[in-house]
């Protein structure tokens, strides 16, 4: 017997060492995905941007010849440096993908030497052979070769990235196959012990308590078969329902864990994507719009006498229709980048906060001859960066939607039982109380574009703010003149309150 449990705890010990390597294979798989490949495929998709910023910045200081169009040049390529040193690092231990890199770095080295160079010395000679210059064949030849490259260097490093995915779901699947065996085992030994000490140590008194015991022990599929006296019969149909019941309801938890586990990897896969989505849409939504805007100002300042006023106008559509679009893009992709982590939360001093909103809106102040005033304000705990947003949005409403006289926007604050009660009052145009869940929601606006600008999205930011931050917010219906909004934030963190 005693070469049995030596043996049985051989047999467990080395168990625990499968599941713990499998269990760090795992981990280190997708560590791995996190932290490296899935960076490097940003990597290498941002270098061949980085080369369009710089191709269209030596374009427009081609067309105007104003030195400003040629900042972004040497901006974007100081930046494609970084990225292809952080792509480079990532890489490492690939050859063909690092030598993919070299010759894509070589590729865009001989645009810039060859080409970009070339446009911008015709340029500051006053040489007007430049406009000519900018489509040329060579010019082009050159940046479709960076193309090529760099697609091919992206179809490369993605491969990689897929590959690593797949490592780890092979790790992921031998772990749970080490999980599987190691509990039956685990079970099958339960069993043996109990089997042992029931013939070694204990004598059978029936058959009803030997299944009992079973049951007891762990062994919730062995069906209970009542024999014996009609009592015991009794005794043992009554088990053999309890037995049921909590097989079931097992069996049920199980279920519905499993499904909870399954759903939390595909939400935290989708929040992922939708992250990187969110970050690649808005780049590449963005560069045509400023381009956009860009060549309709540069179209207007190039022609603008042979230009009437109509031609005018539209153009002042396009160019204010594309930084709309930009301003909605940037809000959309703050309002979707709250809530992801409180690692930046710390102690912010509100009125610090309020200075620098202040600050930056110090235009907007000037030009309607707002008054902010605001008394000691305390310390809270959250997001200094969200918080500012949070203010930001709230004393510029109250600065846009003024009415005839000059916006004063008060705020104060006072102890609450969660922590701190915010009020942002003004004496502006007010907001009618049946709209309350309406202006929380994102896109919806209570007055035409044309009357006030926005994306409508600014209160909805706000809400997820304070939420996030574990406060509410909502709208005051008392206020008799103006709109006054109250919210509440924590005095610090969870585990101190």
Not at 60 to 72: D, I
Not at 448 to 464: C, F
């Amino acid at each position: 017997m005693g070469a049995s449990f030596a043996l049985l705890s051989v047999l467990l010990a080395g168990l625990g060492v499968v599941i713990g390597v499998s269990l760090f294979r795992f981990a280190d798989r997708g560590q791995q995905v996190i932290d490296r490949w899935q960076p490097a495929v940003l990597a290498s998709q941002a270098l061949l941007a980085d080369l369009l910023n710089e191709e269209t910045s030596v374009r427009g200081f081609v067309l105007t010849g104003r030195a400003e169009f040629l900042e972004p040049f040497f901006d974007f390529g100081q930046k494609q440096a970084r990225d292809a040193a952080r792509l480079k690092g990532y890489l490492a231990g690939h050859q063909h993908e690092l030598d993919q890199l070299t010759a894509f770095q070589q590729a865009a080295e001989a645009w810039r030497t060859g080409t970009a160079a070339s446009l911008i010395r015709l340029v500051r000679a006053s040489d007007p052979r430049a406009a000519s210059q900018v489509d040329s064949a060579t010019g082009k030849t050159r940046f479709d070769l960076i193309r090529t490259r760099s697609a091919a260097l992206t179809a490369s490093v993605t491969k990689l990235s897929n590959n690593a995915v797949e490592t780890r779901r092979t790790a992921k699947n031998y772990f749970i196959v080490a999980l599987a065996i190691s509990g039956g085992l685990i079970v099958l030994a339960a069993v043996a012990v109990w089997r042992g000490l029931h013939r070694w140590v204990l004598r059978p008194v029936d058959a009803l308590g030997g299944q009992t015991r079973d049951v007891a022990s762990g062994d919730l599929n062995r069906f209970i078969v009542p024999t014996g006296p009609p009592e015991f019969v009794r005794l043992g149909s009554d088990v053999e329902t309890m037995r049921r019941r909590i097989a079931d309801e097992l069996a049920r938890a199980g279920a519905a864990r499993q499904e909870l586990i399954e759903r939390s990897g595909e939400l935290a896969r989708s929040n992922d994507d939708l992250e990187q989505f969110a970050y690649v849409a808005s780049h590449d939504l963005s560069e045509p719009l400023r381009k956009v805007a860009n060549f309709c100002q540069l179209l207007e300042r190039q022609y603008g006498a042979q230009l009437d006023d109509k031609a005018r106008q539209y153009i002042d559509f396009a160019v204010d229709g594309a930084k709309r679009m930009q301003a909605l893009i940037n809000d959309l992709l703050a309002f979707s980048r709250v809530g992801r982590t409180t690692e930046a939360f710390a102690r912010v001093d509100t009125a610090a906060v309020l200075a620098r909103v202040a600050v930056e809106l110090e235009d907007q102040i000037s030009q309607a001859g707002a008054v902010i005033r605001y008394d000691a304000l305390p310390a809270v705990w959250g997001d200094q960066t969200l918080l500012t947003a949070l203010f930001v949005n709230l004393v510029g409403n109250s600065v846009k939607y003024r009415g005839t006289e000059p916006p004063v926007v008060r705020i104060s604050a006072e102890q609450a039982p969660d922590g701190w009660l915010f009020t942002v009052a003004d004496n502006g145009i007010g907001i009618d109380p049946q709209y309350e869940d309406r202006i929380f929601a994102i896109f919806q606006r209570l007055h035409l574009r044309d009357e006030y600008g926005g994306t409508g999205i600014g209160l909805a930011l706000g809400r997820k703010i304070v939420e996030f931050h574990g406060g509410r917010i909502w709208l005051d219906p008392g206020a008799t003149v103006g709109a006054t909004f109250r919210f509440t934030l924590p005095e610090g963190p969870a585990r101190d309150r």
